[in-house]
Structures are given as C-alpha cells and as structure tokens.
C-alpha cells in the first residue's frame, strides 16, 4: 500500500493556488530520501526535448513491460503541468486525500504509480506552480511515498530542461536518463538541448528510443519509413549516442492510451510492444542487468525466498564484509532454486533493503544477537537461527522438515 496523506499539505484543492513556502527550507526529509532511494536499484528518467514525441508512451509501456517480466516496478509522473500517466491507464477515480491512500488494480501488482494527476480532483485545473514549489513536491513524492524496494523507478518528465529536471537530477544523481525522440531534425535539434542538458549535470544517458519513424504493414510485416529514412541513423552517430530501439507508430497505441486501455493491450498484437522488447533488453544490458526476466516474483503465493551467508560452501559462523549470501527458493515445500549473491553493504539501512530486493522472505543464520534479529523481524524478515558447518541446502531442507512436522 502506498501512502500518500503527507500531500494533504502542498496540494491545492480545485484550484492552482500557490501552497505557502519559501523554498528555501532545509530538507527534513533528506535522510528519508536517501533511504527510499537506497532500496531503489535502477532509477530511469524519460525524458524529451520536444512534446508530443512519445515520452509518456514510452514510460508507462516500459514500466508495464518490466511489470509483466515480474520486476517490481514503480512509476513516478513528475510532468506536473501535463500529467498522462494515470489517463493512459485508465486509473480513473481521484485518489482520496481524506483516507490517505490508494490501492492499485491486482493486475498491477507489481506496479506502483504516483502522479499529480491522481490528487487533482478537477483533471481540467490548471496547474500554477513556480520552480519552488515544484522542487519541493517532486521531493516529497521520492522521499515521502513510501515506495519500498524496487528494482526500477521509472520517472516521466515533461518535455524540455526545466525545474522538474533539476529537482530530479539533483535529488537522484545516480539516475540514467533514457531520451525518447522522433527522426525527424526538428526533434533531433531537441535531443541534442537533451543531451546538453545532461552532461552539464552529469546525468548518465543511457541511450535514445525512437519512436513513431516506421509503421510495420499489418498484411506483410515489412517495415515503411515515416520521416526521410536515414535521420535518425545519422544522428545517433553524429551524438555518439546508444540507439536503444525504434518502436513504430501503432495506431492500437494512440486508441488504448486515449481510453485509458494502454495496460489492457495485448502485447502479442502489438507491433509497438514487440519493439519494445529490443529496448528492454538494450536497457538491462546498459544497466548491467543481467537477468531479463525476474525469476520468481518475491511474494507470490506459496514462494518464500531463504538467504544464507556463507563461507566455504556453508554457513558462516557471522556476517561480515564481502560474504556471500546462498540464495534458496522454495514453491510449495520444494526447493526449485538456488544461486549466489553479495550485498552492496552490509550497513543496518542497506542490507534489509537489499535482501527485501532479492525476494528474501527469511534468513538462516548463526549466532545473532536477539537485537539483530528484532532488527531483521521489523524489517519483514524472518530469522531462523541455525548451527553453522551445514550446507544452506541442508539447513533449508531441515526447517521445511521442521515445519512439516510441527503440521501433522
Ligand atoms: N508509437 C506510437 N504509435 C502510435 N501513437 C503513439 C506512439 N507513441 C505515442 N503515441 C501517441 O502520440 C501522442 C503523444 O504521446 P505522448 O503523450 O506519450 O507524448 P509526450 O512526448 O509524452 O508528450 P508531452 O510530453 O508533450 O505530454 C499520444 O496520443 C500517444 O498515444
């Protein structure tokens, strides 16, 4: 669940009064932003130099892609004055301020999304807001909401190199921006302000998507050129950019994202959604993402997710730097997976996150402290405490046994 009552305060309601603030506070909320942030792998900011090239497009069908492969996915519109995510959706209903919180669809389980269009109980009020003011409450969305660990934040910006930029840029310096254009100069011109933009602030570009420049004939499948063929190409060249993908003008895009049915299209049927995929994977590959598909979804029904630090094959007599951790997945009392990782850290805020990340629902170990493991508890982990010397498959296979005896 996603909460959200902290808006209460910086949105106006029916009208595009200015909140009060002088936008020059300091930020209380700064260690909560880098916590949040912290249990955030990939962070992908979408970006345009120019509107109505398909940006918005492009961010809510890679969010719903990454969805559907069962990564958990979280989807932030920070296009303030123009806000389409929730519209091309269909996410209709205003959230409610007065509850505090929304629940998204089932089917969108492992998508979470936020716009200032889902609090904006008239969708025709136009938005008045100054740099300020918007600094604060993108701010807000990334340090407030509680968005917990997610393996990619896929921000929607507005179009051009604005206040949303910066107030995202500076809040997320790791994030990588993805430019969406059409090959047309006129766009081009555009991606390179882009561009420009980017390294000024040192974001990382982790490539271009082009968008609508083909259609693919429905009877033939070959691909026609909208634009003067080679642009594109040209260009990409000529910035030294990474070409992640062309996707074609889909007129099923154009009728779903108008209906609000843009997660009810089949991606099967889709020429854009089959495109797409060329672009995902280009994206896991900048990223280092190594596994296309996440594996088994942390949460599923009858999935629980073991990790146990090991050493030399076995259970680690106590943690410590650079251990490794025995990954062990379990469906309906059988193991059905087992692989290696190492945490980034093993700092109080940085663990559990990145155990929460991998899907870990409980740890094995030895010898921890009652307060560490109240620690892990609190954290939604469960400790089994075992001896150390057996292998985690061993240690695995023991407490399943437990568990089955204690059942009959
Ligand atoms: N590949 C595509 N095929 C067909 N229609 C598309 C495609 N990409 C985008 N569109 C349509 O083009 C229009 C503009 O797209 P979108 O709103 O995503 O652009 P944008 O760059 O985010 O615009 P802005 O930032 O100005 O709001 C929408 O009607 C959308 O449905």
Redesign the pocket.
Known sequence: MTTFSFLTDIIPNETSELPQTSGQEAHPDEHHLRWNLDQIRYKLFIL?GK????????AVTLALALARRGFDVGLLDV?LH?P?VYRMLGLGKPLSLIHGEHSLPEDLKHLKIISVEAMMQNRDAAIIWRGAVKHKIIRQFLSQIEWEALDFLIIDA??GTGDEHLAIAESIPEARAVI?STPQEISLADVRKSINFCQKIGLQIIGVVE??GHVVCADCGTSIPLFRSGVGDQAMRSLNLNLLGS?????Q??AA??DGRLKDLDPADSP?FQELDTVLNNIFTAVGQTEPQKSLAAGEPGVTRFAVPVQDGRLAEQFSQNQHFALITVRRNQIVEQREAIPPDFKPGILPAWLKREGVTHIIAAGLKTSVQDFFNRQGLTVILASSGLSPETLVKQHLDNLSAKND
């Open positions: 345009s509107g109505g090239v398909g940006k918005s497009s492009v296009d123009g389409d507005p179009p969406v968008n609508m996707l074609p003008f889909d007129p895009i154009v994202a108008d854009f």
